[in-house]
């Protein structure tokens, strides 16, 4: 599979003059329907198989006026599935016309990252009949992207991306509104996220995917049976095609069917190639394992030796980290290194070119440079395609109940013919984000820290030293000594002088837990 | 099975008091933090005290080639932190064979070995070891690690040079003398 054959076809279908969406929704949709039937049976292979064939042949008689922008028969498609019970339905699915109102004029879905991913995403959402979509995304267009990220013109480029996306969903499909959001998803406070019914990532960041999840995971409440609220639990569903964690399953589920010599060549096939995988998944903040749960499935990046890279490099990246992290700050002690500078990446790459020269080292280009330096990892627009495809399936799923959910992992690998293997990725005990279900602490605002410190070292805490923060703050830290010291007066204040109010969280870490515990304070009348 | 239209009635009950979020990099860290146990040879200082995330240490070594001395360095916690490691960096120039002359540090569980189960209690007292025992084959300082390899004698003289502010091979180096027991 080519990248670029690919995109061509892509972005084609999306500049011709079609006579109506669903036309150019289905020349899109084709590839990725046929890999979801072969892999879950999913109801947007059923959406886009119907779109494809839009032949009437069911004639459910189903008397649906047509909205004042639509034209007759613009959601046969979508109420092929939601009029009817299908053999995967969920138990509680009721089959009738109101959820197709719901999914066009009340379900809002957030979709995080408008990139490779995203452009699917969105494409994908507004041709299932999502219309209160909103995008964000803090990147402006690359020359680079174009070949995949087919929302994006030559024109578009420095623009942002989130912007430049959502203008073209929104003319191309009538009805249909994208909200872009031109900024970091940690500008964004709370109350933005707690709008939506589903959040939807195609982000190639772990950092920003860690971000979201930890704060969907803290938005759940629960009620005094420790039940979660319902409305306040948002899905996430989570789409990633950096094919790193998905090495390591590979590994693990072949070792599990057939044995040792096949995970080691899917080893050498998994570090010769990237590009070709990838995931899905359904996260169903606390009730299903979380992002943090699995993130040990992500390697690190590849680091090399800071001696080795300064004393004995040996292939063409130990000169690119060396012109990168001893050189430029040598050159330029007060210039940080932008790595979209073409200017920077040039001076990186002679003096890589330099160092490799010396070493007898071949291979250095400024390609590689570029690539060593922004740690790029090639996109395929087809494997974004499957993963938008598998995400945007769920979501209609998770949003109508028309169809069962992934459950609740997905890997997919089409490196060679194509692979796919589904499973339940279990919680974690001890996750950092998800195990952190808050404790209700009976406490009053009159009463100082020190007695709160002393009720902690009592069952069933048994906490010898706590450190103790909430609001942001440092309330109090048992270590270093320096730390105690310049938090102990905290100790002879009160709650309320410490500004904690009726329902605050504290983070209490001590030695006895492996990570802190979340206290919510419940303030006695 | 969950199915949002089914709760779409319910969605959303109000804002729950709380605050700022913590994240996972936070929660983390001020469990490292307040588990830390150093040696007498170790402090660690908060400028702010609110962010557990920047932080200074001071290393005085007790014994080997570099007692007598104090040693500054800054760590930065990422959010990406434990999966990865904090960025140290030395304050001063110094001689030392796996410390370069910009203050980075060469200690492997800071790169290639870093693991989420370590902790910064960990990090701390790898700094420390590489004062007690500088390595020699693993230089950052190739000068300086040659001359630990082939002339200990010299080694130790050009540290204590350069300890006291002097020079060691056309590098004037900072004064990290202890002044008393103040530090
Ligand atoms: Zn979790």
Redo the contacts with the bound molecule.
């Keep these: 599979m080519d990248a670029s054959t690919e995109t061509a076809a892509q972005s084609g279908a999306l500049d011709a003059t079609a006579p109506s969406p669903a036309v150019a929704g289905s020349n899109n949709a084709r590839p990725a329907s046929n890999a979801i039937v072969s892999n879950t049976n999913t109801a947007a292979a059923a959406v886009a198989a119907a779109a494809v064939e839009d032949d009437d042949t069911e004639g459910e008689g189903e008397d649906v006026a047509p909205r004042f922008e639509d034209w007759a028969g613009r959601w046969d498609h979508i109420d092929k599935l939601l009029v009817r019970r299908g053999p995967f339905a969920q138990p509680t699915f009721e089959p009738c016309v109101e959820l197709r109102d719901f999914l066009l004029e009340q379900c809002r879905i957030l979709v995080i990252g408008a990139g490779g991913l995203g452009c699917e995403l969105l494409k994908d959402l507004a041709l299932s009949g999502f219309r209160n979509i909103d995008v964000i995304d803090m990147d402006t267009i690359d020359i680079s992207n174009l070949n995949r990220q087919f929302l994006f013109r030559q024109k578009d480029v420095g623009q942002s991306k989130a912007l430049v996306a959502a203008e073209f969903v929104n003319r191309r499909v009538a009805g249909c509104k994208v909200t872009p959001h031109f900024c970091k998803i940690q500008d964004k406070p709370e109350d933005f996220y707690r709008q939506f019914q589903l959040v939807v990532c195609g982000l190639d960041s772990i950092p920003a995917r860690r971000w979201i999840?930890a704060l969907l995971?803290s938005l759940v409440q629960y009620n005094d049976d420790k039940e979660i609220v319902p409305g306040t639990m948002i899905p996430m569903i989570d789409g990633g095609t950096e094919g790193n964690c998905v090495l390591r399953f590979l590994q693990f589920s072949v070792r599990l069917f057939v044995g040792l010599s096949f995970t080691a060549l899917f080893c050498v096939a998994g570090l010769l190639y990237q590009g070709f995988k990838g995931q899905a998944r359904v996260i169903l903040p606390g009730m299903s394992?979380?992002?943090?749960?699995?993130i040990d499935t992500f390697p690190p990046q590849t680091t090399f030796p800071l001696c080795t890279i300064a004393s004995t490099p040996r292939i063409p990246a130990h000169c690119i980290e060396y012109a990168k992290i001893v050189l430029w700050p040598q050159a330029f002690p007060d210039r940080a290194l932008d790595t979209d500078d073409p200017e920077h990446i040039n001076w990186l790459y002679l003096e890589a070119l330099k160092r490799a020269n010396e070493y007898g080292i071949q291979g250095v280009t400024y390609r590689l440079t570029q690539g060593v330096v922004k740690n790029i990892i090639p996109a395929v627009a087809s494997t974004n395609a499957v993963i938008a495809a598998a995400c945007a399936s769920e979501a209609f799923k998770l949003a109508t109940g028309c169809s069962s959910q992934l459950n609740n992992y997905m890997q997919f690998n089409g490196q060679d013919s194509l692979y796919t293997f589904t499973f339940e990725y279990e919680?974690?005990p001890d996750?950092?984000?998800?195990?952190n279900i808050p404790l209700d602490f009976a406490c009053s605002a009159s009463e100082p820290l020190r007695a709160l410190v002393e009720r902690l070292s009592e069952q069933p805490f048994q906490f010898k030293a706590p450190g103790i923060r909430g609001l942001g703050k440092t309330f109090y830290m048992s270590a270093p000594p320096s730390l105690e010291l310049s938090t102990r007066p905290n100790l002879d204040r009160t709650l309320a002088e410490l500004g904690l109010q009726d329902g605050a969280f504290l983070q209490v870490a001590d030695v006895a837990v492996p990570l802190p515990v979340q206290l919510k304070l419940q303030f006695r009348p | 099975m969950i199915n949002l239209f089914s709760l779409k009635q319910q969605k959303k009950d109000a804002a729950a008091a709380g605050g700022k979020k913590t994240s996972a990099a936070q929660l983390r860290t001020q469990k490292d933090i307040n588990d830390l146990n150093l040696p007498s040879t170790c402090k660690v200082d908060f400028p702010n005290p609110d962010d557990l995330l920047t932080f200074n240490l001071a290393i005085a070594p007790d014994e080997g080639f570099y007692k007598g001395g104090l040693f500054r360095f800054t760590f930065k916690i990422g959010p990406n932190y434990p999966h990865e490691p904090p960025k140290v960096h030395c304050e001063q120039k110094i001689y030392h064979p796996n410390i370069d002359l910009q203050g980075n540090v060469c200690l492997n569980i800071l790169r290639e070995d870093w693991k989420p189960v370590l902790s910064i209690n960990s990090v701390i007292y790898g700094l420390q070891f590489l004062f007690l025992e500088p390595n020699p084959d693993d230089p950052l300082n190739k000068e300086a690690a040659a001359n630990l390899r082939e002339n200990r004698r010299g080694f130790e003289a050009n540290v204590t040079r350069s300890l006291r502010g002097g020079s060691v091979e056309n590098n004037v180096f900072d004064n990290c003398m202890r002044s008393g027991n103040s530090w």
Excluded: H, I, T
């Excluded at chain 1, 394992?289 to 699995?294: D, G, K, P, R, W």
């Excluded at chain 1, 996750?431 to 195990?435: D, G, K, Q, T």
């Design positions: 999840n995971v394992s979380c992002f943090e749960c699995s919680q974690k996750c950092l984000v998800c195990s």
